[in-house]
């Protein structure tokens, strides 16, 4: 991805790399769609990614023969989390094959060898790449583009750069699918604002809607930066499109992060209904039209309000709130309406939600952010419980950020988060929030303002951060009122007389050429 933070030196040089492969791989996309490609691409980047984990592993073990280690005993590598790659599925085998007519077969029986040897992949990988529209010299050519994958140390090779070249490659797949790679991909700077403000260190981690898994992506990759442990969080998630289901066990697997993803619709099939997590992160369908709410009028979720059945956003809202444990938080991203809308008997719900003192805080996000998108949107922050001993108690008060201001723009019409800017949101959540060693927190003229509750009723229970920041605070420039006066006075009297001469001299040539008075 774009914005990929290394632990090293070699930043640019990964995303120089990185982006010379996405050139390379896209000009072999030809006439494909790039919804179709991504599956192509993605799919030999996560082959190339276990192949190597399982050489490095194999490598290791024939050093080992003279101790008893067997190289082909499929359970020594399911003993450390490494999938069994059978002999037919190995790099080696496909790169040595890629200029052969069948290598599209060759690929797809290596894929189904994979998933037979190890279930936790069953009827996940893409299995057709021998199709007819699938040009196989082309295939062939992407084959060894891939290969050039595993460079640096045997730690870089098995997962650091695959793993960025498989975000990367997201990313790029959803800026080129437009609108709608966008509903399986969000931001990962706006995913990071998530997780940083919630700081999910320990516990159950849910999203409904999980997409192709950012958000436990980059779950883990906080716990990692903050020096935690990864098995103190276990992960739930679910996905109702299939491909995109695939998309994110795929991109789990290729990190080690074990997890519990299920296929389904979270509304009409629940595949986790007893879960109560620690944490909801989650971005769902903007606006959702087509969620079929007209079937789930009675449901024991909606305890606000039933959402109206032409706008899923206040079911997701509600859907995130069942599954929150008595001291969970949540933290998801809804278009900027959710924040007033009254239509359909939303602004009743909100009002429900308010008033059950749930919302924590809530920020306006600039625009630009998605690729999907040009809806302004927002971060909603919601607590089971204010007082419950791990931070101060704030009860009957909410957190306003207004951060439309923040960002920068990478391109002509994609906006980015800086590493300052996640840092000034996170950091004000948490002086505000009491965490330890956040310092202390102050109301910031036009950024943020901690209103109680009495004042978001006064606004009619609208959650729009504007409404309570205020204005900027004009900076002081020390002038003297009267003598400013003075000066901006003579100035204005300065460019009218300067005006007036123009005046005479557009007269004078409207003269000249005939059309004077």
Known sequence: MAGTEANNGDTAANLDFEAKLWAAADALRNNMDAAEYKHVVLGLVFLKYISDAFEAKHAELELQRKQGADPEDPDEYRAVSIFWVPKEARWSQLKASAPQPTIGKLVDDAMSAIERDNPSLKGVLPKDFARPGLDKERLGQLINLVSKIGLGSPTDRAKDILGHVYEYSLSQFASAEGKKGGQFYTPPRVVRVLV???APYKGRVYDPCCGSGGMFVSSEKFIEAHSGKIGDISIYGQESNY??????KMNLAIRGIDAQIAHGDSFHNDRHPDL??????????FNDSDWRGELLKDDKRWVYGVPPAGNANFAWV???IHHLAPTGLAGFVLANGSMSSNQSGEGEIRKAIIEADLVDCMVALPGQLFYSTQIPVCLWFLARAKKNGRFRDRRGETLFIDARKLGTMVDRVHRELTDEDIGKIAGTYHAW?????????EDVAGFCKAAKLDE????????????YVGVEAAEEDGEPFDDKMKRLTAQLREQMAQGRKLDKQIEANLRELGYGE
């Not at 491909?243 to 994110?248: G, I, S």
């Open 456 to 467: 978001i009723r006064e606004h009619g229970h609208v959650l729009t951060p504007g409404r």
């Open 276 to 285: 109560k997590a620690d944490y909801v992160l989650a971005n769902p369908p």
């Open 196 to 198: 940083e403000v919630l």
């Open 433 to 441: 929030r009491g965490d330890k060693d956040a310092g202390k927190y």
């Open 318 to 320: 509600q859907h995130f």
């Open 243 to 248: 491909t995109t289901w695939r998309l994110a």
